[in-house]
């Protein structure tokens, strides 16, 4: 068990360390942070000043390994576009990021695997086809064109639901909840069905592609001969052998949501993680985007090794292997 | 009379104390402006960024010496009167009674200190300050001493926002903030001027909220209570939010909304030609094309390749397609109203595709030649898709020029450079004089003078120079327009830069509101009003 955790942080590391390389590969391509600092007007003296202070003069090899240092020792610097402390930054940034992921999450595996299910007990009926037909649809819009789709809906025309930000916030410790305001619960609807769209789609295929084909199996056909109630065969049995893959997914699933919730984040000028990536892509603030980054793969990482240790005591096949090795 | 009564109504019955709750009483009759424009302001330092969303935004809480009004010429703000005592010398009569946010008395003392604080190397401001001494002569006059005869003092004064002096100091906020020292800068999150509004509140990138003081001593043309500014990045959101009522007015209009944001009931739009004129530069010095293929040459020294191009450009396609009529083409680099302009040089080099040809073949390049166009994606109006158009275009007489688009970040460091064949550029003078721009951006470079430092073709002309140079010099007014004036007149007819149009600014707002737009796109607070 220990050899397998061990193995796995390892692991870990090193891909964090190609992150860290390839960020740092990446904002060569960006452009120039001068620009956003200096403005376009400066003089070229007071460029050459800035370059020097910030230590973007230094030959490239250095540069990357003071930046490892930096990251090392969790010293991620000033944001060249706020002013503010990397660390701050994203951790002020992070709670609207990371409830938006949430709400999703909810509203992914209660409509997704109701849905699942659903259809998977009752392929022929027409809701079922109705379902897979809208879910169809949900996979294949673009989540930028439904969101900016819901804002015309629901803000432009109905008044309804408001068509960019957060609502009024509650501050519990250092974490400013939407939750618990109505303003705030009214702002997470579209943003988060916007982004839960995509998500409940291929978790409800998920689910029913799994579901029928557990329901073939000998144990529930065993389950059945024994006479036990359909309802308890079908929540139980089936559903239990099939949540397993779907876990995983919905597990990765909410890591690329926290990571990657860019597109609605910008549409719904939601305050999180993904709308500041986008700013600071456009402003070459290379020391927010490199924390982001980094953070990023942390959370994926970490995600995966919980995964990985979970399957390792749901599956006991996987604790034999441990052993062999 | 009918509002009057129920004002009347509404007074009485909060007077009878049937509106026991606080939230009723406070904001029944108070008038909050929401504000939405595509991007955050990206300081509260007043000398730490030079862009106009954050000019704007701190002009509601800071002051300036000098202000402008409608026509663009300088107004007194916190200055009563200025002259200039001697070629060098201009004095400035300060407003008495006027105090800070937190308490402090504005004296000359902090016009000093402000001046000085926006020539320190972090200030975007340096352009407005350089090589400026001050001297007090009391408390409510000042001195400015300019290092040459300097007619734009005044203009300079405009974008100085005053700080108080003890406040700086106390804070620690002497500089705009220094990032390589990786320091956080108090000022950059917390303002004191002595302006109509104090900052309550401010969440980057989602919401900044500034309340009137109700002591301001300036006249304030409407009652606006608070103000809200949000940054709304995506253009679609930006629109809807207006629709929708959740703000009042918009600042950053994408073009291809403004029909439809005319046509929709209760919204209104405001129009003005900005100073803001487009065009393309050239490499008028390489001997051969840097990137491109010329055999061998460098066609752009020659002025009728220049002309050929000018000619081939249907500017007025441009602005029907591209620019949805937001547009008003010229072929120089100036644009209305400023000191210096010719009304005939908007058109002195019409569109022509036949005359064009001719150019080009007596220039020698008869199956014409191939050039890197280098454009930015992110910077002017649909700027992109106008560097497309005018591809089609060049390829209509020969010329194969390779579209090269990229993010801002990436085009202007290309530039600082001069690493380049031939680019799009926009241009303004904040002084609304033509002299302005034919010392940045025709006169050879020099970093010490500041003389051509946003010139990238690496011209280097000594006449044109000594030309500029004297037209800078000449004091009689008269004498000194028509030399600006000839001066564009020669440039036009080179087409040193082919010109191609000026920008129209939009605001679009909710139809009870009322803000006028200034060319040079800063919103005078001071003058927006709201109806009931």
């Known amino acids: 068990m220990l050899k397998f955790f061990i193995d796995r942080v390892f692991q870990g590391i090193i891909v964090l360390l190609a992150v860290s390389f390839l960020a740092f590969l990446m904002f060569r391509f960006l452009g120039d942070p001068i620009l956003a600092i200096a403005g376009a007007d400066s003089t070229a003296e007071q460029r050459a000043a800035i370059r020097e202070s910030l230590g973007l003069d230094a030959p490239l090899l250095l540069q990357y390994l003071d930046y490892l240092r930096n990251i090392v020792t969790g010293q991620f610097g000033i944001s060249y576009r706020l002013g503010e402390p990397v660390t701050r930054v994203i951790l002020d940034r992070a709670p609207a990021t990371i409830e938006l992921a949430v709400a999703s999450m909810i509203l992914t595996l209660v409509i997704g695997v109701g849905a699942g299910i659903y259809t998977a007990l009752h392929p022929r009926s027409a809701v079922s086809k109705g379902i897979l037909a809208v879910s169809l649809a949900g996979i294949s819009m673009p989540s930028f064109f439904l969101g900016v789709l819901m804002i015309y809906f629901f803000s432009v025309q109905l008044h309804w639901l408001p068509s960019f930000g957060r609502g009024s916030l509650v501050a519990i410790g250092g974490w400013e909840t939407g939750f618990l305001t109505g303003s705030g619960l009214l702002a997470m609807i579209m943003p988060s069905i916007t982004l839960a769209v995509f998500q409940i789609a291929m978790v409800m295929r998920l689910v029913r592609a799994e579901m029928i084909e557990v329901l073939q199996a000998e144990f529930i056909r065993f389950a059945r001969a024994r006479g036990l109630n359909a309802r308890r065969i079908n929540l139980r049995h089936a559903l239990g052998n099939t949540l397993v893959p779907v876990i995983t997914v919905v597990g990765l699933q909410l890591g690329s949501t926290i990571g990657f919730a860019v597109v609605t984040e910008t549409v719904f000028q939601w305050p999180g993680l993904g709308l500041l990536f986008t700013q600071s892509v456009e402003a070459v603030d290379v020391p927010v985007l490199a924390a982001f980054l980094m953070f990023i793969a942390l959370v994926f990482v970490v995600i995966n090794l919980v995964i990985d240790l979970l399957y390792y005591l749901i599956d006991p096949r996987l604790r034999v292997d441990a052993k062999k090795a | ?532």
């Open chain 2, 1 to 532: 009379m009918k509002s009057n009564t129920r004002k009347f109504l509404t007074s009485t019955l909060l007077a009878a104390g049937l509106a026991a709750s606080p939230l009723l009483s406070g904001d029944a009759m108070a008038k909050t402006l929401r504000i939405g424009a595509q991007a955050d302001a990206g300081t509260m330092d007043p000398q730490a960024q030079n862009i106009m969303t954050t000019i704007t935004l701190l002009s509601m809480i800071y002051d300036s010496l000098v202000s402008r009004d409608g026509e663009m010429q300088p107004q007194p703000r916190l200055a009563t009167s200025w002259e200039q005592v001697e070629p060098t010398r201009w004095r400035f009569v300060l407003r008495e009674g006027v105090t800070f946010h937190d308490g402090a008395d504005f004296t000359a003392e902090d016009v000093a200190f402000t001046i000085e604080r926006a020539q320190q190397p972090t200030s975007q401001f340096l352009s407005m300050a350089a090589g400026l001494k001050t001297e007090i002569v009391d408390d409510y006059t000042i001195d400015i001493i300019t290092p040459e005869r300097d007619i734009f003092l005044p203009s300079r004064m405009i974008s100085l926002a005053i700080m108080d002096k003890d406040w700086a100091e106390a804070n620690g906020s002497l500089a705009p903030q220094n990032l390589g020292e990786g320091e956080e800068s108090f000022s950059a999150l917390n303002a004191n001027g002595t302006g109509p509004y104090k900052l309550i509140s401010r969440v980057p990138d989602s919401k900044t909220v500034l309340e009137a003081t109700g002591e301001y001593w300036g006249e304030m043309a409407g009652d606006i209570d608070t103000v809200e500014f949000y940054p709304l990045s995506n253009d679609p959101t930006r629109v809807a939010a207006l629709l929708s009522n959740e703000v009042d007015l918009l600042i950053d209009v994408p073009a291809q909304d403004v029909a439809r944001l005319e046509a929709a009931p209760g919204i209104k739009t405001e129009m003005v030609d900005e100073y803001r004129t487009l065009f393309i530069g050239f490499d008028h010095a390489s001997d051969t094309l840097k990137y491109g293929d010329a055999g061998g040459k460098n066609p752009f020294k020659d002025p009728k390749v220049r002309q050929a191009i000018s000619h081939a450009i249907d500017r007025q396609a441009i602005k029907r397609t591209v620019m949805r009529g937001l547009a008003n083409p010229t072929t120089q680099m100036l644009a209305p109203k400023n000191v210096g302009y010719v009304e005939e040089l908007d058109t002195l080099i019409p569109y022509d595709r036949e005359k064009a040809k001719e150019l080009l073949a007596e220039a020698g390049y008869p199956d014409g030649f191939s050039v890197t166009f280098d454009c930015p994606n992110n910077r002017y109006i649909n700027d992109e898709q106008v560097c497309r158009t005018l591809v089609t275009m060049l390829a209509q007489i020969g010329i194969e020029a390779d579209l090269n688009a990229m993010p801002r970040a990436q085009y202007f460091p290309k530039l600082w450079e001069r690493d380049t064949s031939m680019f799009l550029m926009g241009i303004n003078s904040p002084f609304a004089d033509g002299i302005y721009n034919l010392e940045k951006y025709t006169m050879t470079r020099n970093d010490e003078t500041g003389d051509g430092i946003y010139n990238y073709t690496q011209s280097d002309y000594p006449e044109l120079n000594a030309r500029v140079e004297d037209a800078r010099r000449t004091e009689d007014e008269a004498e000194r327009v028509k030399k600006i004036e000839d001066l564009y007149r020669y440039l036009t007819e080179e087409q040193f830069y082919v010109g191609l149009y000026n920008q129209v600014l939009v605001y679009a707002m909710q139809e009870n509101v009322s803000a006028p737009v200034r060319p040079d796109n800063w919103l005078e607070i001071r003058w927006v009003t709201m109806d009931e």
